[in-house]
DNA sequence: GTGGTCTAGACCACA
DNA sequence: GTGGTCTAGACCACA
């Protein structure tokens, strides 16, 4: 379910806050959804528990995932408006604000870059 | 010409070495094309010497830039194709590819992502 | 295992890059080797971490050493045919033709000069 | 007659004056040859007249050329035993002695350094 | 004038 | 523990 890549320059704590918040944001991972322990978790991808622990705890602080003791991770109740399209497109409003500003530096014609974008959309992962 | 911000979390040196790049991609900086030395660079940002240098001499490593001995840094000649959309979309690629993964984790629709992509582009930035 | 000379004229960092490239192409450094840590190797060869610093980042971006976070550098998967004869000459090849230049304004015949490299191969350091 | 090549990691000078040193030790030059004069080596390689000015001027301390008023710098008269065999291989002593530990750090044989090299010596440049 | 190297030393991110 | 970034500042080589 979640995808962690050791030679991503996305350091591998922020790679796995990234996905849950936007599978809960998408609703993929509902609330009351429980995640893998930290130990399975770090066993799977062979990553150090720390790593993980540290992510389930910026969710936790984030009030995404919720801890309950004894029991794993759990995904927290959606606060109000939270999973809105303009709440989600908010998430990803810095990774727009790069790319566009990526383009005008190449000099690249939005349309392009917007036929570029939906091949990819397009693509299974 | 070159926007430079300490506050970023992509170090400051990395924000140069990209700027250039797609200038350099974009043919807003053509082959031959003197940069400021370091140490005009270095003031004119109030940034050290050092971590202007270590960008020039990744994009000299890259064959972006070229040196010559007692003169500015200078855009070498481009190698062949290097300019080309199909190679100036390359460049954004993996760009593209985070974007579309976010997008389908916020269960974003590609009609969204697109509007909203669109109204970055036309933005001046 | 290292020797560096702060009083040559080749740079620290340059030499620590040249033996090690040689030690992975020569096969005392295998991979999946660890080199000594940035601040081990630093603080043996009494110079600044930086130093060593710049060497491994030159060498990473080589692909020689590869780096994962939060351990030392190791030594990365070779290439194909990196480490055949042919390649490893090839390595010295600009040293070769130096030396061939040298020796023909010096008017040196073949005999002579390789009668004395020989000689040179066999001294131990 | 000279070959003075901007791009390489030596120093113009350098280049220049090592090329005299072994030109005379191999007879190419004789005492009392003249050179050509500053500015027009300069303009030749498209070099800045001070490079080749440096290049003398440390030929002429070497006692290797010597100048007179008004006149090119000419060769200068031989010291004794300054261009015999021994004296000759001495020049490039350093040389030889690089290559050996490259080799060494290499693992590479003897007898294929010394194929190599022939094959150079052979060539002409 | 140009860029390069190096040290001292602070501070940070990551595992 | 690991490596990375940055500054302050000295000193050098080259053109």
Known sequence: ???LNPHSSVPIYQQLVDQVRRLVAGGQLVPGAELPSVREMAHEHTVHPMT????????????IL?????KPMRVAALRR???GVAARLKQI??????LAL?????????????????KKLGEKP
Not at 52 to 63: C, D, N, R, W
Not at 66 to 70: A, I
Not at 93 to 98: K, T, W
Not at 102 to 118: G, K
């Open 52 to 63: 993980i622990s540290k992510a389930y705890s910026l969710l936790e602080s984030e009030g």
């Open 1 to 3: 379910m979640f995808i």
């Open 93 to 98: 409003e810095p990774q727009l604000e790069a």
């Open 102 to 118: 990526s383009a005008r530096q190449l000099e690249l014609s939005s349309d392009d870059i917007v036929a570029q974008l939906r």
């Open 66 to 70: 919720e801890r309950h003791r004894g």
């Open 81 to 83: 408006n939270q999973s």
